[in-house]
């Protein structure tokens, strides 16, 4: 596979692909090459096949165009995703850090008054305030 794979991708899928990281030679990655980091974070040799395939800017990684993107490439459309909360808590606004659909989790969360402990990523709401112990509660 090691040596089709490249050949294939280049001659059938030139206009898809830019490339293709095989598993075998993860030691020599070009660390100087932007997509490297992207595929390293998403690397697990006990779990990832042999190869990750490269796409291109705008190919989309599904057989279906209408589900728009796969959250799968270093691209624009792919790593800046729309968060949005509407209504309840949530004051009309915009959050100017940097958020991630992680962090989707630990703000239903918090609004929950659910603990996360190993959430990994944070709540965008202000947790609740803790509940007064009903001696101190005034009367």
Same mark, same amino acid.
């Given at each position: 596979m090691d040596a089709a794979l490249p050949k294939v991708l280049s001659t059938l899928f030139a206009e898809e692909f *830019?490339? !293709?990281d095989l598993a075998s030679q993860a030691d020599s990655w070009p660390a100087s090459d932007p997509m490297t980091e992207f595929v390293r974070n998403d690397f697990d040799p006990a779990r990832s096949g042999d190869a990750t395939l490269i796409p291109k800017p705008g190919v989309l990684m599904h057989w279906d165009?209408?589900?728009g993107t796969g959250h799968?490439?270093?691209?624009?459309?792919? &790593?800046? !995703?729309p968060l949005v909360f509407l209504g309840g808590p949530f *004051?009309?606004?915009r959050? #100017? #850090?940097d958020t991630t659909p992680y962090d989707l989790a630990p703000t239903l969360a918090a609004l929950l008054a659910v603990k996360m402990p190993a #959430? &990994?990523?944070r709540a965008l709401v202000p947790p609740?305030?803790?509940e007064m112990p009903a001696q101190s509660r005034p009367k």
């Open positions: *830019a490339g !293709v165009p209408g589900r799968g490439s270093p691209y624009e459309p792919d &790593t800046h !995703v *004051a009309p606004g959050i #100017a #850090a #959430a &990994t990523s609740p305030p803790p």
